[in-house]
Every structure is written in C-alpha cells, then in structure tokens.
T-cell receptor, first 114, second 107 residues
Framework: KAGVTQTPRYLIKTRGQQVTLSCSPI?????VSWYQQTPGQGLQFLFE???????NKGNFPGRFSGRQFSNSRSEMNVSTLELGDSALYLC?????????????FGPGTRLTVT | KNEVEQSPQNLTAQEGEFITINCSYS?????LHWLQQHPGGGIVSLFM???GKKKHGRLIATINIQEKHSSLHITASHPRDSAVYIC?????????FGTGTRLQVFP
C-alpha cells in the first residue's frame, strides 16, 4: 500500500509570495492533518480535514489555509510569506479522526523563505 | 509552563541498555501518541494508547491517565534506535507535542 506523499519536497520562495503544498493520503484514509515543524517551536498543529470539512485549526494566522478534496487529497496554502514561515511542513493521514486512529506521516515539504 | 513536558531532553546509551523516556502533560486527553523522528525528518507513529500498556517488539509504552503521565521504554537498545522521540497527547481535537527526546545509542 502506498504511503502518504507530499509535493513538492523542497521549495524556496521569497517574502510576500504565496505557496501551495499538496498531500495525498493513504487510500481509504479520510483524515488529513497538517503540522509545522521549526527548530524554535517544534511541532505545531495547523489544521485537520475530515471528509472535506475542516475540523479544527491551530493557533496560526489567517494566511494559513487549507482544503480537502473529495478524493481526500489535501492542499495547504500560505499567502504573503514571511521569513518565519520557513519550516518543515508535514501532513499525516488516518482512517478515522486524527488522535483516535494511528497517524501515517508523509516525508514533509521543506519550505525556505528568503 | 508547557502543556507537555518530556524528560530527558537528551539521552545517550550503550547498545543493549534499557531506555526510559517520560512524558507528563497538564491537560485532559483522550489518547496519547508516541512518535519517532529520524534525522532525515520522517516521522513514524510508534504507539497510540488511551490506557494501560502496549508492546511492539522491543518497545513498550505505558500511560496513567489519572497521573497524566506516559512512558516509552526501549529494551535492548540498538544504534538504529537513535532518533528523536516525541510524545503527543490528543486534546480538544488536536495533537499537542512535546519538545522531544533525542536518543543516541552507541555500539
């Protein structure tokens, strides 16, 4: 069974630009969660989508948004990039809601903002 | 004060040693995950537990909901166990993460 895939794996953007990251969950998984990991803040929850509905959102500004499609693939978007948005962005999928089912993580997208 | 505290932050061990990593949290939870992150960044879920104890190979995870504490044990540690171990309680529909314990096992 194919694992969680994320594209692109690496990305360099300039301040003020916007970026879209993609996550394809394991087949049959309906939940996709997004996380940001930085050396200073560690891992932080961004949002979770389940059956195309956003269930919860972490403490991030409105510049961070996401969506989930009917095939469970998910995208997250960051507008007006800031230097502090440089991070590893991870998505994870699970069959049931995140937290009550085992989560399977993708390899991450490493975003560098210059 | 952080909602999730892990100890120790760093741990070195000789191959074969018994390892214990502790996680204490201050919020109510419905489940707790233990994650493993290797230097390349990839994260693997080791355990999800809501009570008692789980075992998988050389790894054992325990949780005491009343005391808000969980432990991860590695028996007969091996250099391939070298990684960062992260405790992640599930609270109000989201995972909250500890800062991780960096484990290095030397042959």
């Amino acid at each position: 069974k194919a694992g969680v895939t994320q594209t692109p794996r690496y990305l360099i953007k300039t301040r003020g630009q916007q970026v879209t990251l993609s996550c394809s969950p394991i087949s049959g998984h309906r939940s996709v969660s997004w996380y940001q990991q930085t050396p200073g803040q560690g891992l932080q929850f961004l949002f979770e989508y389940f059956s195309e509905t956003q269930r919860n959102k972490g403490n991030f500004p409105g510049r961070f948004s996401g969506r989930q499609f009917s095939n469970s693939r998910s995208e997250m978007n960051v507008s007006t990039l800031e230097l502090g948005d440089s991070a590893l962005y991870l998505c994870a999928s699970s069959r049931t809601l995140a937290g009550v089912g085992e989560q399977y993580f993708g390899p991450g997208t490493r975003l560098t903002v210059t | 004060k952080n909602e999730v505290e892990q100890s120790p932050q760093n741990l070195t061990a000789q191959e074969g040693e018994f390892i214990t990593i502790n996680c204490s949290y201050s919020v109510g939870i419905s489940a707790l995950h233990w994650l493993q992150q290797h230097p390349g960044g990839g994260i693997v879920s080791l355990f999800m537990l809501s009570s008692g104890k789980k075992k998988h190979g050389r790894l054992i995870a325990t949780i005491n909901i009343q005391e808000k504490h969980s432990s991860l044990h590695i028996t007969a540690s091996h250099p391939r166990d070298s990684a960062v171990y992260i405790c992640a309680p599930y609270n109000t529909d989201k995972l909250i993460f500890g800062t991780g314990t960096r484990l290095q096992v030397f042959p």
